[in-house]
């Protein structure tokens, strides 16, 4: 297994941030196999969605509908609704497998790979890509 370690910023704000062209870069030339996209975050997740055409905003609003930020939360510590936060990776999971043919991811035509990070109070966050041919 192949595994190396990116940085993304997501400005302190919740965010979807667009991985696709990085994973595209790690699996170049690889060969057949899975790709393993793996966010080690109690706050993040990764999901394969449509961005570009108001998804990604739609999938933060929804996501805020959802799990509203006020103190209904159990978990409290950190900025007011944080709880939230730690409730949204059971939904969008920390991990997906993305099938790999001839070093080409193998996304449908509108298909990014995205992390998504509710949490506004942590925005560096560290996306593991593992590659098993």
């Known amino acids: 297994m192949d595994s190396e370690t990116i940085q993304v910023t997501t400005g302190g704000r919740p965010a979807t941030v667009d991985i696709t062209l990085e994973a595209r870069s790690f699996v ?4 057949d196999g899975l790709l393993s996209i793996f966010v080690p975050h109690a706050t993040a997740g990764v999901a394969i969605m449509e961005t570009g055409a108001g998804s990604d905003r739609d999938l933060l609003a929804h996501l805020d509908t959802l799990f509203p930020r ?3 939360w159990t978990h409290r510590h950190g900025s007011a609704g944080h709880g939230s936060d730690h409730v949204v990776p059971a939904f969008i999971a920390p991990s997906i497998t ?3 043919l001839g070093g080409e991811l193998q996304l449908g035509t509108w298909q990014s790979i995205v992390l998504v990070d509710p ?3 942590n925005s560096k966050r560290t996306v593991r890509f593992s590659f098993v041919g």
């Open 119 to 121: 949490n506004a109070g």
């Open 98 to 100: 993305v099938p790999v």
């Open 70 to 72: 006020d103190d209904r």
């Open 28 to 31: 170049r030339g690889r060969g």
